[in-house]
Nanobody, 118 residues
Framework: QVQLVESGGGLVQAGGSLKLSCAVS????????MGWYRQVPGNERELVAD???????NYAHAAEGRFTISRDDAKNTVYLQMKNLKPEDTADYYC????????????WGQGTQVTVSS
């Protein structure tokens, strides 16, 4: 059974930092593309960053230069380091695993809330 469990969210002032973690069980993160998404109530979920099996990374424009996605294969965990946070980064953040068979993100965590105060 595949499980993704996020942690690390919280309340932070603008300009501050947070590091989100996504602990994965039941499947190896090293052979899958992993992504971090975020969603503001009433809006669609949007991709923030992803990391490929090769280690290559991809960032949404809003995240470039401030967020870093990384992976610890030994811990089977994916991280999202967020720096210089802005109030517009406030959202629920979700970790997801891409299934090459179906061609979409099929596995999701429960989310962790990030609130950035101005």
């Amino acid at each position: 059974q595949v499980q993704l469990v996020e942690s690390g969210g919280g309340l932070v002032q603008a300009g501050g930092s947070l590091k989100l973690s996504c602990a994965v069980s039941g499947i190896s993160v090293s052979v899958h593309t992993m992504g971090w998404y975020r969603q503001v109530p009433g809006n669609e979920r949007e991709l923030v960053a992803d990391i490929r099996r090769s280690g290559n990374t991809n960032y949404a424009h809003a995240a470039e230069g401030r967020f870093t996605i990384s992976r610890d294969d030994a811990k089977n965990t994916v991280y999202l380091q967020m720096k210089n946070l802005k109030p517009e980064d406030t959202a629920d953040y979700y970790c997801a695993l891409y299934d090459w068979v179906t061609g979409k993100y099929d596995y999701w965590g429960q989310g962790t809330q990030v609130t950035v105060s101005s």
